[in-house]
């Protein structure tokens, strides 16, 4: 079992950056693919990023692609998401999920697929 705490959210204006952290228990953290999920207000939990177990495998939203960084280190038990020319609808509760199976992303890309789940971080974004 995995227990996992985000942090590093804000409030941040357009074209501003973020770094989103995902700390882990456990000493297993290395099994785990960790993915990054956001919600928005009266929106349904969407799918931002993720990354397989030994880190050489990561997905990515077509929305975030070219801004968002997934990473992760292991020996930490922490897993990122560097967040870069952030957009006003970037604004939503970002969720970081773990979960012992890899596979296509959208396979990977869907909500129901992750066991665990943190308690999520605010990211808001002015205009």
């Known amino acids: 079992q995995v227990q996992l705490v985000e942090s590093g959210g804000g409030l941040v204006q357009a074209g501003g950056s973020l770094r989103l952290s995902c700390a882990a228990s456990?000493?297993?953290?290395?099994?785990?693919?960790v993915g990054w999920f956001r919600q928005a207000p009266a929106k349904e939990r969407e799918f931002v990023a993720a990354i397989s177990g030994s880190g050489s495998g990561t997905y990515y939203a077509d929305s975030v692609k070219g801004r968002f960084t997934v990473s992760r280190d292991n020996a930490k038990n922490t897993a990122y998401l560097q967040m870069n020319s952030l957009k006003p609808e970037d604004t939503a509760v970002y969720y970081c999920a773990a979960d012992l199976r890899w596979g296509v992303q959208s396979t990977v890309a869907g909500t129901t697929r992750w066991d665990y789940w943190g308690q999520g971080t605010q990211v808001t974004v002015s205009s």
């Open positions: 456990g000493r297993t953290f290395s099994r785990y693919a």
